[in-house]
């Protein structure tokens, strides 16, 4: 059965079934959903080399997704110095052996023709999100809002290029759109020079769409489903919403 929902935490079975009755009576739309899911490696990132670290939402419970926002958290490995300069970092919705979209968090901020190294930063906590005014290349501190770099055009290994907005080809809103067949999200991190080492503390995905007709809500252990909008929305999926582990999960407006 459709769960129906006000803007009001879901917290017993009896609001569930109070909305329900409601729902005949109060014009519904089509829920809009955010689902939050956080991740953290803590692992160092190879000095000139990559990692990866994947979170698969099984029944995350979307049809299609509307906005798409990170939460990534770089720091110095122990003994060693970040410089954020050398970073690059990318968010893949799917897989390529079936279907991806792929946007680019991180190109080397600050580098250009006229700055071999870039920012110096040695370590960020920030949130990436395409409405933000400020780019990440043009980053000035490790903590903010910054719209993600987007220049998937520009060779995170070659030779500093002057900074352009129209480069940026490959945002967030790259990632908009229906929901794909695979569900891990990946998110690669890597160190384009030698002589520096990062560690890739944590990240936090947080994904804004229709919420699907059928199915099961679930976006695993930790993760936060919200609701967005006011009056009375219909969700068809069943959701889970009890327990722990892999059915802890947080509804709320």
Request: charged share 15%.
């Amino acid at each position: 059965d459709a769960l129906r929902t006000t803007s009001n935490p879901i917290r017993r079975t009896a609001l569930g079934l109070v909305l329900c009755l409601l729902g005949g009576l109060v014009a519904q739309v089509e829920a809009q959903v955010t689902v939050r899911v956080t991740s953290s490696p803590g692992t160092n990132v190879p000095v000139y080399g990559q990692m990866v670290d994947t979170i698969t939402l099984a029944n995350a419970g979307l049809s299609s997704i509307s906005d798409v926002n990170v939460d990534l958290d770089l720091s110095s490995a122990s003994g060693m110095t970040m410089r954020l300069g050398q970073m690059y970092a990318t968010l893949t919705h799917g897989t390529a052996s079936e279907n991806e979209r792929v946007a680019v968090l991180i190109n080397r901020p600050g580098v250009s023709s006229s700055s071999a190294f870039g920012s110096s930063l040695q370590g960020i906590n920030i949130k990436l999100d395409d409405h933000a005014v400020t780019n990440v290349y043009n980053i000035s501190s490790g903590t903010g809002t910054y719209a993600a770099d987007g220049r998937i055009g520009v060779n995170p290994y070659g030779a500093g290029v002057a900074y352009h907005t129209n480069q940026i080809t490959a945002g967030l809103a790259a990632l908009n759109g229906d929901w794909l067949a695979s569900n891990k999200w990946s998110l690669l991190v890597a160190d384009t020079q030698e002589g520096n080492q990062a560690r890739f503390s944590s990240w936090s995905l947080e994904i804004t769409g229709t919420a699907a007709n059928d199915g099961v809500m679930d976006p695993g252990a930790s993760g936060e489903i919200s609701l967005s909008g006011s009056g009375l929305r219909g969700i068809g999926a069943r959701v889970n919403s009890a327990g722990a582990g892999a059915n802890g999960v947080a509804l709320k407006a």
